[in-house]
């Protein structure tokens, strides 16, 4: 059985940091694609930022183009999200996702068949 569990998330001032960590079970996240999304309150979920498994293959969403970086480490078999610069649209739940063992990432979030529970990011003026 495969589990995501998200952490890291919080309370930050805007223009302050935070790194979201992404932890499995069952699964070697650095042999399947993966990606962050994001839902504010009211809003759909968007996708923020996704890998193919090699990292080779990158997208980010223009919001956040240039403040986020998304990165493996397969070592510890978990998937971070570095956010900087952060702003107060930025708040949101974000979850992370696994998707399929290739390395191109995609956009739709239908493609990811495994999602972690979700971890609060709220980024105050």
């Known amino acids: 059985q495969v589990q995501l569990v998200e952490s890291g998330g919080g309370l930050v001032q805007a223009g302050g940091s935070l790194r979201l960590s992404c932890a499995a079970s069952?699964?070697?996240?650095?042999?399947?694609?993966m990606a962050w999304f994001r839902q504010a309150p009211g809003k759909e979920r968007e996708l923020v930022a996704a890998r193919g498994w090699s990292g080779s293959s990158i997208y980010y969403a223009d919001s956040v183009k240039g403040r986020f970086a998304i990165s493996s480490d397969n070592a510890k078999n978990t998937v971070h999200l570095q956010m900087n610069s952060l702003k107060p649209e930025d708040t949101a739940v974000y979850y992370c996702?696994?998707?399929?063992?290739?390395?191109?990432?995609?956009?739709?979030?239908?493609?990811?068949?495994?999602w972690g529970q979700g971890t609060q990011v709220t980024v105050s003026s």
């Open positions: 069952g699964r070697t996240l650095g042999s399947y694609s």
């Open positions: 996702a696994s998707g399929p063992p290739t390395g191109s990432y995609y956009r739709n979030e239908g493609r990811y068949d495994y």
